[in-house]
């Protein structure tokens, strides 16, 4: 029977390599066929700073993956990146009738990795990355995995395909999820035959909610819609950041070490310090301190209008400060002389890899027309005064149609107006039809509107209440309430 069932699998097995090996014949014949069209319909490689939030990365050794991948960047408008093996494969490397071939024996290789040369220049602005490859042996090839494992994929889509004469998507794309953050949203995958049509490609991608870059302009608000799954929003940057954090202001020396230790060990990824705090090097030390990988993390951090006119060296100052590799969002914390040559050294410093993303903070509507025009990179972000007693309700849609997000400081009213704003009858109903404080309503309130909050503590207790945020709604009716208690009244003087 045993020997039945070996004679069956080695059977099976055989056809399935014949099958490969066909594949192999019919994609070369394809493959050089092809070429010209290929080369005339496949957009160009990636271009630094080019206009696109998608990537299509492709592997594709006779061709089939290539033309597939093309048709898929050409209709979303991506950018496209070949996934190039250090050492190209020849075609014994490939020869699936030989046991020993390299092909064969990196994929019975779990830990197989193949050099990958070259790699994607800033994968941070991507937000969705189609992943395309051939299968081999039911799985995709293991140069694949060096790939995954090779960038931060938190936050972003993975839409995987493959492309095959005979074998299925099968398990291969599932098989990948592991190699990367568990962040990551993973589309169902596709088995393509090589002669696959471009309206075969594109219908898959369009019934996967996958829509073209261009088409997406005018729907920048729902773009940097909150994701309360993931508790984060993604920057216009591509980066996510965490929708709840922590503000530092006012908090100096170990008062600050504990607060973002604290803060850290509650789960909360945010943290917002500046210059001006004067306790930069505070948190940089309990990020360092928290044994949290750095990526996890988004530090905030702003250049006071009195280092605009040495930008660069504030740039480097805040960096030696922190001491945590890269800065995630830097501000310039105030509009003032200088601000434009200011922000174009962060642009410059965001092409350098020091920073991820920039923004600006206390720029309201006819700041930010005049602001605009002069600089190249949007804002991915800025900061506010927002609290119950000062909306900014022009400000907000304002902001949120040009595609940036809003974040609000002194969100409980700051220091020296907590009490009144907590013990605002209004709010204290709605908190208690809850079982919610009301720091956390109106913490609710700013997510539900939109706004990102960084409320300030050292008291671990309300830095723990100030994380509970999702565990309740506030109905239409309560969020009409809260707006309804708008005074426009301003709790610091910018
Ligand atoms: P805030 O968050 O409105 O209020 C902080 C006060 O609220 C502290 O006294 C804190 O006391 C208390 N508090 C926090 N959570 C509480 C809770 N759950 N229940 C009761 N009380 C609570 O003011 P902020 O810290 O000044 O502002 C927030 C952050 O915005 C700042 O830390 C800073 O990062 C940023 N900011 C930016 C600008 C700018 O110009 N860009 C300006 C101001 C502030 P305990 O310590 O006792 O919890």
New binding site residues.
């Given amino acids: 029977m045993k020997r039945m069932i070996y004679l069956g699998l080695l059977f099976a097995v055989l056809l399935c390599m014949a099958a490969c090996g066909k594949e192999q014949e019919t994609t070369d014949q394809e493959g050089s066929a092809a070429k010209r069209t290929e080369e005339e319909s496949v957009k160009k490689d990636s271009l630094p700073g080019e206009n696109t939030d998608i990537l299509v990365a492709y592997f594709s050794c006779t061709g089939t993956t290539k033309k597939l991948a093309g048709y898929a960047a050409e209709y979303l408008n991506a950018d496209l990146h070949e996934i190039r093996p250090e050492d190209p494969y020849t075609e014994e490397d490939l020869d699936y009738n030989t046991s020993d071939s390299r092909a064969n024996e990196e994929q019975n290789d779990p830990s197989a990795r193949p050099a990958v040369a070259g790699n994607v220049e800033d994968m941070g602005k991507y937000r969705t990355v189609v992943l395309a490859y051939p299968i081999w042996w039911g799985e995709a090839p293991k140069i694949i995995s060096t790939f995954l494992e090779s960038y931060d994929f938190s936050g972003k889509t993975i839409v995987p395909f493959c492309t095959s004469h005979s074998s299925g998507i099968g398990s291969s794309d599932k098989n990948l999820h592991a190699l990367v953050d568990d962040s990551a949203k993973w589309k169902d995958g596709k088995r393509f035959a090589a002669g696959a049509s471009e309206s075969e490609i594109t219908g898959w991608l369009d019934d996967m909610g996958i829509q073209p870059f261009a088409e997406k302009a005018g729907q920048e608000v729902s773009e940097r819609a909150f994701d309360f799954n993931t508790k984060t929003v993604t920057l216009n940057s591509g980066y996510p950041m965490p929708i709840n954090g922590l503000?530092?202001?006012?908090l100096t020396g170990d008062t600050c070490v504990k607060s973002v230790s604290e803060a850290l060990k509650r789960g909360v990824r945010l943290i917002?310090t500046a210059y001006m705090y004067g306790n930069e090097a505070e948190v940089g030390k309990a990020v360092r301190e928290s044994g949290i990988p750095r990526e996890k993390i988004f530090v905030i951090t702003?250049l006071y209008p009195s280092q605009f006119d040495e930008p660069e060296k504030a740039i480097d100052e805040a960096l030696k400060k922190l001491d945590i590799g890269y800065i995630d969002m830097m501000l310039l914390?105030h509009p003032g002389t200088g601000d434009v040559e200011a922000y174009k050294a962060m642009e410059q410093a965001v092409e350098d890899g020091k920073i991820r993303s920039i923004g600006l903070?206390?720029w309201y509507v006819e700041e930010l027309e005049e602001f605009l025009p002069q600089v190249n990179i949007t804002p991915a972000l800025v900061?506010n005064e927002i609290?119950p007693y000062y909306q900014e309700n022009n400000v907000i849609p304002y902001i949120h149609n040009l595609g940036i997000v809003v974040q609000g400081?002194?969100?409980?009213?700051?220091?020296g107006h907590?009490a009144e704003l907590?013990g605002d009858k209004t709010i204290s109903e709605i908190a208690k039809a809850h079982g919610k404080?009301s720091?956390q309503v109106i913490l609710r309130w700013n997510l539900q509107k939109g706004v990102v909050v960084?409320?300030?503590?050292?008291?671990p207790d309300?830095i723990q209440?100030?994380t509970e945020l999702y565990d309740f709604e506030l109905t239409d009716e309560e969020m009409a309430q809260i707006n309804a208690l708008d005074r426009n009244e301003k709790h610091?003087w910018?």
């Fill in positions: 503000g530092t202001y006012s917002d702003k914390h903070s206390n900061q609290h400081w002194y969100p409980l009213g700051g220091r907590t907590l404080s720091a960084i409320p300030g503590s050292s008291n309300h209440e100030n610091d910018y």
